[in-house]
């Protein structure tokens, strides 16, 4: 039987167990997929008994992502570009570190809606997650990539290291709208429990694809005014179930299908 699990602290949020679970179904595999809650000071130890404890693999994730990377074998390029790790192979008892988030945001648009043009983006935001938007769109040559974020100094940081990127004053957010292709919101505004983005559309032309990253409410309010004005938009949920998709496959072998089924599952229909 094949392990693999999500490690976090606190970790009873995670969907990823609901995900993985359903596909190991689907596929008839005889594997478990569980969430265990490790503290900063277990990390070693936990990382160090995989091998033995029969685990082909782990996700990653708040607020091990970063930290986890001294403790590993290897990690690839994506990781390294962003400096964080959310999925973990252990092959013969070493431990390879990827970061899947880049593939997944991409796959989502690719999915369903990928914008006309790519002379420019804009991201709103500067954390992890942002992090793995900008790498992305650079990746697949945006010509500009304009980023906003209230701490202009982390967007700055993320500039710094990627070419085409470009800041802006998060006050001045709402005048970078009229000449964009994509528009993504990495920030937590939006969220269920959080405060509203609060982000004047009017400028938007109409061919813009808008991406939200949160899924918690699926449709948020930046995602219900952008489809109102005719834009096409792209929820945050897809993101969350692609980028699983090479974890699957990696640990059991098998690339699972992102479909309306999985994604029901998820949502707990
Ligand atoms: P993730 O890893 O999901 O990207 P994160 O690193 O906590 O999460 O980043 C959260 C993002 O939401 C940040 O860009 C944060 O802005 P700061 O860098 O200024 O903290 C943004 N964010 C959170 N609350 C915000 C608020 N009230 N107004 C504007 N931006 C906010």
Request: net charge positive; glycine share 8%; aromatic share 6%.
């Amino acid at each position: 039987m094949r392990r693999a699990a999500v490690i976090g602290y606190p970790v009873t949020h995670s969907l990823s167990p609901r995900l993985h679970g359903f596909w190991l179904k689907k596929y008839r595999i005889e594997g478990e997929y569980t969430a265990i809650e490790v503290t900063p000071d277990t990390l070693p130890e936990v990382l160090r008994g995989l091998g033995a404890k029969g685990f082909c693999g782990i996700n990653v994730t708040v607020p091990h992502k970063e930290t986890v990377i001294k403790f590993l074998d290897s990690i690839d390029e994506a990781a390294r570009a962003i400096g964080a790790v959310n999925t973990i192979t252990v092959r013969g008892g070493k431990l390879k570190g990827t970061n899947t988030d880049v593939y997944g945001f991409i796959e989502n648009l690719r999915q369903n809606g990928f914008p006309r043009a790519k002379n420019k983006a804009v991201v709103l935001g500067a954390g992890g997650a942002a992090r793995a938007v900008v790498k992305a769109l650079t990746d697949e040559k945006f010509a500009k990539i304009m980023l906003v974020n209230r701490t202009t100094a982390k967007a700055e940081a993320i500039a710094k290291n990627s070419t085409g990127v470009e800041v802006m004053d998060w006050k001045d957010r709402a005048k970078t709208l009229s000449d964009t292709d994509l528009l993504v919101n990495t920030t937590t505004l939006g969220m269920q429990g959080k405060e509203p983005l609060a982000l004047d559309l009017s400028t938007l032309p109409r061919q813009v694809v808008v991406n939200d990253l949160v899924y918690t409410p699926l449709i948020t309010p930046l995602l219900a005014e952008a489809k109102a004005r005719g834009n096409k938009t792209v929820d945050g949920l897809g993101m969350l179930i692609h980028q699983a998709v090479p974890a699957f496959e990696a640990w059991f072998g098998i690339r699972p299908v992102v479909d309306d089924d999985v994604r029901k599952q998820v949502l707990g229909d």
